[in-house]
């Protein structure tokens, strides 16, 4: 069993920065992948990015590709999303997610096994 616990939400402004956490304990995170969603009132989770935990590589949705970066410490078993220039749109619920199984693409919120609480983002314009 792998227990993901995030944080780093808060309250901030158009374009400040602001970085999320996300430690996996229970067990050595071994698995395929971990990633990011979001759930912004009163619509879908969508995918935010993910990292393939072997090979460190990144991937992202397009509407954050170019403010938001993924990094991880395999060895802390913690992964990271670091915010840029955030924007009212960015306001959300973030999940944080690990999934065991390999899979090519990383969107599918059902092909993870494991999820965190949620933390809080707020975007004030």
């Known amino acids: 069993q792998v227990r993901l616990v995030e944080s780093g939400g808060g309250l901030v402004q158009a374009g400040d920065s602001l970085t999320l956490s996300c430690a996996a304990s229970?067990?050595?995170?071994?698995?395929?992948?971990m990633g990011w969603f979001r759930r912004a009132p009163g619509k879908e989770r969508e995918f935010v990015g993910a990292?393939?935990?072997?090979?460190?590589?990144?991937y992202y949705a397009d509407a954050v590709k170019d403010r938001f970066t993924i990094s991880a410490d395999n060895a802390k078993n913690t992964m990271w999303l670091h915010m840029n220039s955030l924007k009212p749109e960015d306001t959300a619920v973030y999940y944080c997610?690990?999934?065991?199984?390999?899979?090519?693409?990383?969107?599918?919120?059902?092909?993870?096994?494991?999820w965190g609480q949620g933390t809080q983002v707020t975007v004030s314009s």
């Open positions: 997610a690990a999934r065991l199984g390999y899979y090519r693409r990383f969107n599918s919120p059902g092909e993870y096994d494991y």
């Open positions: 990292v393939r935990w072997s090979s460190g590589v990144t």
């Open positions: 229970g067990r050595t995170f071994s698995g395929d992948a």
